[in-house]
Structures are given as C-alpha cells and as structure tokens.
C-alpha cells in the first residue's frame, strides 16, 4: 500500500535556527513528490514538485531535495512569516491522476 | 485570474439536511478533485474527476455525490448531512500531471 509519513508532527524553532523536516514515503512506483505549505484557516499552496532522486529546488529560505526513500524540506535561517503547516505528497504510478498526503509537520518559528 | 473558488466559505446544517458545496476553475485544467481535511487525518480524497463527464470515487466517497457540470464546475452533495461530516472541504485542480491548486475551503458543521 502507498504511504506517506511526515516528522516531526510539530517543531519550534526560534527566529534564525536552522532546520529540516522529513517526509518518508512507501511507493509501488513514485511520479511525483510534492509540497505545500498551508496558513491557518487557507487552502494548501504548492511550493515545489521533485521528481527523481537527487533532485533539488529551491525557494527563498526553503530548499527540497529527494532521495529514493524521503525527501527533506531544509529550511534556512527561517523567519516568523514561515510558520505554516507543510504538506508533502505523492503521485504514483499506480494512481497517476491522484495525490497521496501526508499528515504533514507544524511549524512555529519565535522572534 | 480568481484560480479555484469555493462557497459557501462556512456553513451548519443539521443532521439529514442536505447542501451542495460548489467549486470552479479559470486555469481550463482537467481535472478536478475534492477533499475533506480533519485534525490529525491529513487530506483525504473524496472524489475526483479526471476530465469533463468523468468521475470516480476517492479514499472516502460514502454519504456524497458529485456532479462535473462543465470542464470549470465541479459539485459536492450532501444529501443527509451527518456530524461525521463535519470537517473542511478543499477543492483542487491540475492539468492532470502536475500540482494541484486548491480552493480556499468551505467550513462545514453539523450539528
């Protein structure tokens, strides 16, 4: 069965501290990693799509990056302005047109 | 361009009322998709629509109908709304092989 876990489930961070967070995932076949970062109270918004192992892309003071098993969503010196929920997902070769999401990790960054 | 729109934005019902929430795209994309978002449960897909005059049933289709009204129209029904319903309710939109883009959620309870 296709599965996609996220950790932490919740992480602090104080203004500057660098960290990352994980989303491991269990594919018959992957077509597509995908994040997305979620405000409170508004729809998922779509930051990045990986697709083959090694890959990397970069926004501002986030960067993902994509292994055959996880990917990481690296976040640099963040600020108070990206504490949000991020989501990961995938698309798999068995439901091509479909998303499979995570539960996805909070993030609260203090001044 | 207004991208996914969805209303209502908030609603309560009582159990057995019926309500149809809907949701419309200007990116001429495909497909179509709903979800339903619950603490701790993640997105979880409840119809989806791959292209005009189609549709198929997600991880959890029971107690709703949809109907594809057109290539920018895509309807959920309630037709007994039940207090299991209570939860909020994402509409999406891709051009099939790449991310989706969400709506701003409606804020469903039942009481």
């Known amino acids: 069965e296709d599965q996609v876990t996220q950790s932490p489930e919740a992480l602090r961070l104080q203004e500057g501290e660098s960290s990352s967070l994980n989303c491991s995932y269990t594919?018959?076949?992957?077509?597509?990693l995908f994040w997305y970062r979620q405000d409170p109270g508004k729809g998922p918004e779509f930051l990045f799509t990986?697709?083959?192992a090694g890959e990397e892309k970069e926004k501002e003071r986030l960067k993902a990056t994509l292994t055959k098993k996880e990917s990481f969503l690296h976040i640099t010196a963040p600020k108070p302005e990206d504490s949000a929920t991020y989501l990961c997902?995938?698309?798999?070769?068995?439901?091509?047109?479909?998303?499979?999401f995570g539960q996805g990790t909070t993030l609260q960054v203090k001044p | 361009n207004a991208g996914v729109t969805q209303t209502p934005k908030f609603q309560v019902l009582k159990t057995g009322q019926s309500m149809t929430l809907q949701c419309a795209q200007d990116?001429?994309?495909?497909?179509m998709y709903w979800y339903r978002q619950d603490p701790g449960m993640g997105l979880r897909l409840i119809y989806y629509?791959?292209?005009?005059?189609?549709?198929d049933k997600g991880e959890v289709p029971n107690g709703y109908n949809v109907s594809r009204l057109n290539k920018r129209e895509f309807s959920l029904r309630l037709e007994s709304a039940a207090p299991s319903q209570t939860s909020v309710y994402f509409c999406?939109?891709?051009?099939?092989?790449?991310?989706?883009?969400f709506g701003p959620g409606t804020r469903l309870t039942v009481l």
């Open positions: 594919v018959s076949g992957l077509r597509g």
């Open positions: 990116m001429n994309h495909n497909s």
């Open positions: 999406a939109s891709s051009d099939g092989n790449g991310e989706q883009f």
């Open positions: 997902a995938v698309r798999t070769s068995s439901n091509t047109g479909k998303l499979i």
């Open positions: 629509s791959a292209s005009e005059g189609t549709t």
């Open positions: 990986l697709y083959s």
